[in-house]
């Protein structure tokens, strides 16, 4: 899969959506555009359930790295976002409720019918994605 999830960090409260957020890397050779692309969440193997759309969406190069925060921005009530940096920049998905509903939370980014990346959340795995 193109995308991988490298880091999977569960908000210390359900209010606090911008303490919410994934780190998301182009594991592929190639440009990645994600315009159009859903999020769908789910619990084991199921099929899962679209939770929000990546519109405008961003460019990804190979290699290179994006978090993906649930809350909003400026929404004080979700609290801070993390800092960004050169290296990793948020992107917010702008949802009402926390993605992560413990651990076996399957995430996936799916193009039409194409997956570009799945993790599965798992607190006590480096990062919080299970192998």
């Given at each position: ?31 990645l555009v994600t315009q159009g692309c859903t999020v ?83 607190p006590a795995a480096p990062g919080g994605v299970a192998a």
């Amino acid at each position: 899969m193109a995308l991988q999830f490298r880091e999977m960090h569960p908000a210390a409260s359900t209010d606090l959506l911008n303490d919410e957020w994934f780190i998301l890397e182009n594991a592929g050779q190639h440009p990645l555009v994600t315009q159009g692309c859903t999020v769908l969440r789910a619990r084991g193997k199921g099929r899962g359930a679209v939770v929000g759309t990546l519109d405008p969406g961003f460019t990804l190069k190979p290699g290179e790295r994006i978090r993906l925060v649930t809350g909003v921005a400026a929404k004080k009530a979700h609290g801070e976002p993390p800092a960004e940096t050169d290296a990793l920049k948020n992107y917010h998905l702008f949802l009402k409720a926390p993605l992560l509903e413990g651990p076996g939370t399957v995430l996936r980014i799916v193009l039409k019918q194409l997956e570009l990346g799945q993790g599965t959340f798992d607190p006590a795995a480096p990062g919080g994605v299970a192998a």
